[in-house]
């Protein structure tokens, strides 16, 4: 069992920054892919970002550039740094823990109770 708290959303005026942060329960933090997605009003749960347990990360076009995951396996804790944000990346953000990488965004990971991220003037 894992247990997932985000941390660090909040309102940003368009083209400023923003570094979530996701803390994770258990032992076996080191050994799951990470991964961030966001929920727009009214939209399906899309990836944002994702990092293996080794490393390898992985970005949805959308964000390619501007935002940057990341994982400190000894505070048990992955970070999203958002950079140059848009009002379109207005959503809640949720961070996801999965066994292996496929599972990701699936029933069978792991979820955290969100996020508020809002980009306005």
């Known amino acids: 069992q894992v247990q997932l708290v985000e941390s660090g959303g909040g309102l940003v005026q368009p083209g400023g920054s923003l570094r979530l942060s996701c803390a994770a329960s258990g032992s076996a933090f080191s050994l799951y892919a990470m991964g961030w997605y966001l929920q727009a009003p009214g939209n399906q749960r899309e990836l944002v970002a994702s990092?293996?347990?080794?490393?390898?990360?992985n970005y949805a076009d959308s964000v390619q550039g501007r935002f940057i995951v990341s994982r400190d396996n000894a505070k048990n804790t992955v970070y999203l740094q958002m950079n140059s944000l848009k009002p379109e990346d207005t959503a809640v953000y949720y961070c996801n823990a999965a066994g292996v990488p496929r599972l990701l965004g699936s029933e069978y990971g792991y979820w955290g109770q969100g996020t508020q991220v809002t980009v306005s003037s």
């Open positions: 990092i293996t347990s080794g490393g390898t990360t």
